[in-house]
Structures are given as C-alpha cells and as structure tokens.
C-alpha cells in the first residue's frame, strides 16, 4: 500500500466536502450543477486514489 488506510479515508472525506464546497461555489457564480454530475465526479475520483492508494510500491531493483 502506498498510504495507510487511516490516511486514505481522510482524503476520501476530504474530496467528499471539496466536491459538496466546489457546487455551492458554483452554482453562486450561476453555473448549474446538479448533484448528480457532482456525485459521479467524486465516485470517480474516489475510485482513483482509493486504486492508487492500494496499488502495491513499485520496488525499485537493486544494481549489484
């Protein structure tokens, strides 16, 4: 694991109250979101960090 699981659910919180913020914000300056587009794009980058953050290290190989 690249991050530990305590770390990761963080950022998941996180990214759920920037996607929540960033439609208030915008629907103040007049653009139009519904709260379906917002919740696709954050299961969606969800879906990335969760993906990196479980991917295993790439270790790098030792010259001898």
């Not at 709260?35 to 190989?61: C, H, M, N």
């Amino acid at each position: 694991m690249r991050i530990s699981p305590p770390r990761l659910l963080l950022i998941v919180a996180f990214v759920l109250v920037v996607f929540l913020e960033a439609r208030t914000v915008l629907a103040f300056f007049g653009v139009a979101v519904s709260p379906l587009e917002s919740a696709i794009a954050a299961v969606a980058v969800i879906a990335v960090l969760v993906y990196w953050g479980t991917r295993p290290v790439d270790e790098e190989p030792t010259e001898e």
